[in-house]
């Protein structure tokens, strides 16, 4: 298959012709697609190089949490996979198209620019997957695990829908952040502008509306609308880590994912233990607990292979 073929249909710039010709050639062999998905990766790491690209070509930009050398760390770990489908009538074959999936690894972020210019910024162990580009239908979709901060473009005609394990969020041009987890059923979405409806799957009727300032959680199973006292907690696209009156344990959750390494509390005495603090992902997770080791009474050491640390 012509790589200015495939690169084309990346870009969602190819024919219809083209799209159909890429789909049937992938389909006729495991070999094809597997060359399909090697060229797909080659074409994403293209996209990272420095320089613009242009069209519905999309802009990736990693923030490195040390250096240049996680930026290539993190551009061999991200996993970008393409399927595609086809959708048939009994009269005519409706245009095809390429979805796109991006797996976020441990201790990385990833900010991408969508072909509608809605910018996404995904943090550590966070997956979205999203089409080439929008087509004509009535709305604009995509779907979430782990947490993304979204600043979606405006389109009336074209609501934006952000789809997770169990909820939807529903908007026109807005600002928010969202947090699913499947592991542990948590789920939120914190409004900073705009407007959003957050609406359960399988239960349409059982839906809320946000106003700016204001954030949707599962309490006991059920959505329940909060203040937004402090925006603190959604810096994390800027590399900083914020916690205010968190327990210990909880804590040391979220350094696993964002320093990728595994954390043993043994102390028992720190399970009730509440921290507050702000620091930059670049000060390392050594140097933050030893400023919390002043209020916190413990001791720590790493693995000899630093894979874990353990926390006396």
């Given at each position: ?207 809320v509306r946000l106003s700016p300032m204001q954030m949707v959680r599962l309490k006991a199973g059920k959505m329940t609308i909060d ?86």
């Amino acid at each position: 298959m012509d790589k200015e073929v495939l690169h084309r249909f990346f870009m969602g710039t190819a024919s219809f012709e083209e799209e159909e010709a890429v789909c049937d050639w992938a389909e006729a062999s495991p070999v094809n697609h597997e060359e399909l998905i090697k060229e797909r990766k080659c074409f994403d790491m293209m996209l990272m190089h420095p320089v613009k690209e242009t069209g519905n070509a999309k802009r990736f930009s990693f923030n490195s949490f040390a250096g240049n050398f996680l930026k290539i760390a993190a551009a061999i770990a991200l996993v970008v996979s393409v399927s595609f489908y086809i959708l048939n009538s009994s009269i005519h074959k409706e245009p095809l198209v390429a979805m796109n999936r991006i797996e976020v690894p441990p201790g990385q972020r990833v900010n991408i620019t969508l072909s509608d210019g809605t910018n996404i910024w995904l943090n550590a162990c966070s997956e979205l997957v999203y089409p080439n580009s929008f087509g004509e239908e009535g709305f604009r979709k995509v779907k979430l695990k782990g947490e993304a901060y979204f600043n979606v473009s405006k389109d009336i005609e074209h609501p934006f829908i952000v789809e997770t394990s169990q909820y939807d969020i529903k908007v026109l041009g807005t600002t928010f952040n969202v947090k699913s987890d499947c592991s542990d059923d948590s789920f939120s979405t914190a409004l900073i502008e705009g407007s959003v409806e957050v609406s359960e799957r399988n239960a349409g009727h059982n839906k809320v509306r946000l106003s700016p300032m204001q954030m949707v959680r599962l309490k006991a199973g059920k959505m329940t609308i909060d203040s937004i006292t402090n925006t603190d907690n959604y810096l994390w696209t800027k590399g900083l880590i914020c916690f205010e009156n968190i327990e210990f344990p909880e804590l040391m959750k979220r350094f696993e994912n964002i320093y990728d390494i595994q954390i043993n509390i043994h102390n028992t005495k720190l399970h009730k233990y509440k921290c507050s603090g702000k620091c930059r992902v670049s000060d390392g997770i050594d140097f933050i607990l030893q400023v919390l080791q002043r209020n916190g009474n413990f001791t720590f050491k790493r693995s000899e292979d630093n894979a874990v640390i353990y926390i006396n």
